[in-house]
């Protein structure tokens, strides 16, 4: 039997390509810092990591570009690497604020991709300090390392927002994967050209069909061989701040 074809609803990035209206503009003016202290520091590392590659910025020189001492800029940050959590952490804020409604009654994969697609528009100030980044990260592989433990943070909390279980080994495996396919998609966003961002879209939409058919077949392998349970006394975590990573460097 032939299915419907799925109406998008109104907020829905696809809708609003079709309709015309482009998505918000992804080469904007850096912010200039302002707000508080924190905020300012922030804003002035992404400026710089703008202009420059992360392992040439120095905490000194993100200091003279917020307005802010070394006393102030160490009681805040221990390294540039955990300014660049830190704005990573503001990403997801402004990402889950930013929830849509009308996605309440679609299926996960839908929701994922709206989920995704927010993301990439909260990043479009930043784009530039986001080609810069990836750019870093193929010649560095401490920081690659680095941000891989970032960036499965962050997309357990976008799987969350999706309303995909983002708990246990099971989850952590779908962080993982979500947050080498969202970098698949940041390298096609980083040179995409079109108002509307349809190839943005296309290659978000094609790595989810992929990385549903993998979840697909990994939860077909669990129900064989089901994930072994986790004891009292095996697995030790510890609690660690968002900004104060395990590596330091030497994504989003």
Do not use: Y
Not at 150 to 168: E, K, N
Not at 198 to 221: C, H, I, K, V, Y
Request: a positive charge; hydrophobic letters at 40%.
């Amino acid at each position: 039997m032939a299915r419907s074809p799925r109406r998008d609803p109104p907020g829905h990035p696809r809708k609003r390509l079709q309709q015309g209206q482009p998505q918000p503009p992804g080469r904007r003016d850096e912010p200039p810092p302002s707000g508080s202290d924190r905020e300012k520091v922030i804003a002035a590392f992404m400026a710089l990591l703008a202009e420059k590659p992360f392992e040439e910025i120095g905490m000194a020189e993100v200091g003279r570009g917020a307005g802010v001492s070394l006393a102030q800029l160490r009681g805040e940050f221990s390294s540039t690497f955990a300014i660049l959590a830190a704005h990573m952490k503001e990403t997801d804020r402004k990402v889950l604020a930013g929830a849509d409604t009308d996605m309440e009654e679609e299926p996960p994969r839908e929701k994922l991709f709206d989920v995704l697609m927010r993301r990439i528009e909260t990043l479009a100030p930043h784009r530039a300090a986001v080609r810069s980044l990836l750019r870093s990260a193929r010649r560095n592989p401490a920081l690659a390392f680095g941000l891989n433990g970032a960036a499965v943070r962050s997309q357990q909390w976008m799987l969350t927002a999706a309303d995909i279980d983002a708990a246990g080994p099971r989850g952590a495996l779908r962080a993982q994967g979500l947050a080498c396919l969202f970098t698949r998609v940041l390298n096609v966003w980083i040179d995409d050209e079109d108002p509307g961002l349809a190839p943005t879209m296309a290659a978000l939409d094609r790595e989810l069909a992929r990385g549903q058919r993998w979840s697909n077949f990994f939860d077909d392998l669990c129900r064989l061989a089901p994930l072994p349970r986790c004891r009292r006394d095996g697995w030790r975590t510890r609690r660690r701040r968002d900004d104060e990573p395990d590596v330091q460097p030497a994504v989003m």
